[in-house]
């Protein structure tokens, strides 16, 4: 079983660290929590039923644990503080037109529900395919299609505003 969880850890890590990364914008978090959602994938291995695929059940693992991350940090504000969003400014050497048109389409972003934010930030930042989300969700990738073509429009209605 060791050996399992140490190809899955190899084959996976550095996914599921990206993943978490979409979710927190913390490398340190990222990386704590990665190493707890592969110990908690050993602990609950003979959970696993084979319904979706290892990394979309490790994905699973990782969201829980953010969640709980979440809630710890809100119950104890004296604790370490969510961390900021990344400066969403472009380099120095872009245009101020680019510039404009980066921090708008952020803030948009960042105005959507937290499951909308989360769908495109996963399809179009980690570049998970629509099956992987559905599975992650624990949908179908009928729902992550249709979900996330509703979140992008949703983008481009604020556009038009």
């Known amino acids: 079983m060791t050996a399992d969880i140490e190809s899955y850890y190899r084959e996976y890590g550095k996914r599921v660290y990206l993943y978490l990364m979409t979710l927190c914008n913390d490398p340190d978090t990222a990386e704590e929590l990665t190493?707890?959602?592969?110990?908690?994938?050993?602990?609950?291995?003979?959970?696993?039923?084979?319904?979706?695929?290892?990394?979309?059940?490790?994905?699973?693992?990782?969201?829980?644990?953010?969640?709980?991350?979440?809630?710890?940090?809100?119950?104890?504000?004296?604790?370490?503080?969510?961390?900021?969003?990344?400066?969403?400014?472009?380099?120095p050497d872009e245009t101020a037109e680019s510039r404009e048109i980066s921090v708008t389409l952020l803030r948009r972003l960042h105005g959507l529900p937290e499951q909308e934010k989360e769908l495109i930030l996963l399809r179009a930042a980690a570049g998970l395919s629509f099956r992987t989300i559905g599975e992650i969700f624990g949908k179908s990738e009928n729902w992550a299609r249709v979900n996330f073509y509703r979140a992008k429009q949703k983008l481009k209605e604020d556009e038009e505003i």
């Open 35 to 91: 190493q707890e959602t592969f110990c908690q994938a050993i602990r609950h291995l003979n959970r696993f039923e084979g319904r979706s695929t290892v990394y979309a059940w490790l994905c699973g693992i990782a969201k829980n644990l953010w969640k709980s991350e979440l809630r710890r940090r809100k119950s104890h504000p004296s604790g370490m503080e969510i961390p900021e969003q990344p400066d969403p400014a472009p380099p």
